[in-house]
C-alpha cells in the first residue's frame, strides 16, 4: 500500500507538471488551426495529385492526431537538446531552466505519446511503423543536442536547419496516412508540399525569436538574434515569397484556378509592407507581431 501510494503521489506530480508544460509551451487553441491546416492539407493534396479519390474522415482525424502529437514532440525535443548542466543561466527562459519540467519528465512525456501513435497507425496500417519509427528516432537523436558532442551550441546553422528538417518529416508521414492504406506510392509532387514545410519552419523560427533580439536573451539557437532585426525581416519575408512561389507550384499541379493566385500576393504584398515599416522604424513595431503574421501566412498556406 506504501509504494502504490508513492507511485501515484509521485504520478499526481508528472501529471501537474506536464499539463503545466502544455498550458504554457504547447497551448492546444494555438496548435490547432495549423494543425489542421496542415494535415488536412497533406492528406488531401496527396489523394488529388495521385487522381484519387479523397479518404474516409478517419484518415484525416488520425493524421490530424498524429501531427499533434509530433508537433508536442518536436517542442520537448527543442527544450530537451538545449538544455544541459552549465547552461542553465543562458538559457532562464527554458522550461527545464525555470523549473517547469526537468528533462526526464519532459523525455517521459516523449515516450507517452508513443502507445497511442502507434495504435493510431495500426488503426489505418501497420505498414505505416515504418515512417513513424524514422521520424521517432530522428526526433530522439535531436534530445542530445544533435549527436554526442555540444559543438553546436554555439553554431545555430547546424542546429536550426536539422530541427527544421523534421516539419517536413512529420508531414511526409501525415501524407503517407493516404497513399500507404491504398498500397500507393508517394507521389512525387509531394516534395512541394514538403518544400512548403520546410520553409514554413523557418518562418516560424524567426517570427517566434524576434523578441530574442529585443531582449537581448544569449539564445543564439535563432536566426534573429544572430542576423540582427533587420536582416532578419526581410529574410523573413524573402522566404514568404518562397513559399507563395511554391505554393502557386502546386496550385498548379493541382490545376487549380488562378484565382488563389490573388490571395498569395496579397498576403505577399501585405507582409512586405509590414517588414518594410518594420526595417524603417524597428523600435516602433511590436516584434510580437511577426509571430501573429507567421501562423496567420502558414495556415493561409495549407
Given at each position: 500500500m506504501v509504494f502504490l501510494s508513492s507511485f501515484f503521489q509521485y504520478f499526481k506530480i508528472l501529471m501537474s507538471h506536464w499539463l503545466r508544460y502544455q498550458k504554457e509551451q504547447y497551448p492546444l487553441w494555438k496548435a490547432l488551426p495549423l494543425a489542421g491546416a496542415m494535415s488536412y492539407s497533406a492528406v488531401r493534396f496527396s489523394a488529388l495529385v495521385a487522381n484519387r479519390t479523397p479518404p474516409s474522415i478517419w484518415v484525416f482525424l488520425v493524421g490530424f492526431i498524429l501531427l499533434l502529437l509530433l508537433r508536442l514532440q518536436r517542442c520537448i525535443v527543442e527544450d530537451v537538446s538545449s538544455y544541459y548542466p552549465g547552461h542553465q543561466q543562458l538559457r532562464p527562459h527554458r522550461p527545464p531552466s525555470r523549473g517547469l519540467a526537468t528533462p526526464n519528465e519532459l523525455r517521459a512525456l516523449f515516450a507517452a505519446c508513443l502507445p497511442l501513435q502507434i495504435l493510431l497507425c495500426f488503426f489505418l496500417d501497420e505498414a505505416l511503423l515504418k515512417p513513424l519509427f524514422f521520424v521517432t528516432v530522428y526526433l530522439m537523436i535531436l534530445t542530445f543536442g544533435v549527436g554526442p558532442l555540444r559543438w553546436n551550441a554555439t553554431k545555430p546553422w547546424p542546429f536550426l536547419i536539422l530541427h527544421r528538417s523534421a516539419a517536413p518529416l512529420t508531414l511526409f508521414l501525415v501524407a503517407a496516412c493516404e497513399w500507404i492504406p491504398r498500397q500507393g506510392t508517394p507521389p512525387w509532387s509531394i516534395i512541394l508540399l514538403l518544400l512548403i514545410s520546410f520553409a514554413i519552419s523557418f518562418v516560424h523560427d524567426i517570427g517566434h525569436h524576434f523578441d530574442l533580439?529585443?531582449?537581448h536573451y544569449p539564445d543564439v539557437r535563432s536566426f534573429a538574434p544572430v542576423w540582427?532585426?533587420?536582416?532578419?525581416?526581410?529574410?523573413?519575408?524573402?522566404?514568404?515569397?518562397?513559399?507563395a512561389i511554391l505554393s502557386a507550384l502546386a496550385r498548379w499541379r493541382l490545376g487549380s484556378s488562378e484565382q488563389g493566385l490573388f490571395i498569395l500576393l496579397s498576403g505577399v504584398m501585405i507582409t512586405g509592407a509590414f517588414a518594410y515599416q518594420y526595417a524603417?522604424?524597428?523600435e516602433q513595431i511590436v516584434d510580437r507581431r511577426f509571430e501573429i503574421l507567421s501562423v496567420l501566412w502558414s495556415v493561409s498556406m495549407f
Open positions: 533580439s529585443r531582449h540582427g532585426s533587420r536582416r532578419s525581416v526581410l529574410i523573413w519575408w524573402m522566404l514568404i515569397n518562397a513559399t524603417a522604424k524597428p
